[in-house]
């Protein structure tokens, strides 16, 4: 393992999740219409910008959806379209209240949106993990302590993912 070398500053929190999308107007009614996210600022077809949660320090946690006309960040990378396949997202998570936890998973029934749970042990985490228009996955998570026990979990990694069904992560 790397050792931590000596530095001036410390991380405080995620500041932004930036994804590229396909087709801007589903995937705000999905961040904002399904799940709740005020958006913030749109830029036309190209930028997207929706509140995840209030920072530290002033700083607004978002979720920042980028259209597939502009151009990656690093001057090295070329950008050559969306395939979840190959993508280097494997999900993110947005936390919840423990007590919103059963309604969301109603919610989703209702509207006819196939979820996957999974209770992680070692951290004591429930997820609601649903996959949005465009096949990203995002999990709603929350603390709860009755989960921090070593109790089996259900996370089901064949039912995300395809192939063999995998068992709780320990």
């Known amino acids: 393992m790397t050792e931590v070398t000596a530095r001036t500053f410390e991380v405080h929190a995620i500041g932004e999740v930036a994804i590229r999308v396909r087709d801007m107007d589903a995937m705000i009614d999905f961040y904002h219409g399904r799940i709740g996210l005020p958006i913030l600022r749109r830029f036309a077809n190209d930028v ?3 509140k995840i949660a209030d920072g ?10 980028f259209g597939p006309g ?3 960040n690093h001057p090295t990378v070329r950008w ?5 396949q190959h ?41 609601i993990y649903v996959r949005d228009p465009e096949g990203n996955i995002m999990e709603l998570v929350s603390y709860h302590e009755d989960y921090d026990e070593g109790k089996e979990g259900t996370y089901d990694f064949g039912k995300l993912h395809g192939g063999t069904p995998g068992k709780a992560f320990d």
């Not at 530290?56 to 959806?65: A, D, K, M, S």
């Not at 050559?80 to 979840?84: A, V």
């Not at 919103?100 to 919610?107: G, H």
């Open 70 to 72: 502009l151009p990656p």
């Open 87 to 127: 993508s280097t997202l494997h999900h993110f998570a947005l936390t919840i209240a423990p007590k919103d936890y059963d309604q969301v998973l109603r919610d989703f029934a209702a509207a006819g949106i196939e979820t996957n749970t999974a209770n992680h042990r070692w951290n004591g985490w429930r997820g």
């Open 56 to 65: 530290v320090h002033g700083q607004i946690q978002t979720l920042t959806l």
């Open 48 to 50: 997207a910008a929706l």
């Open 80 to 84: 050559t379209g969306l395939e979840p």
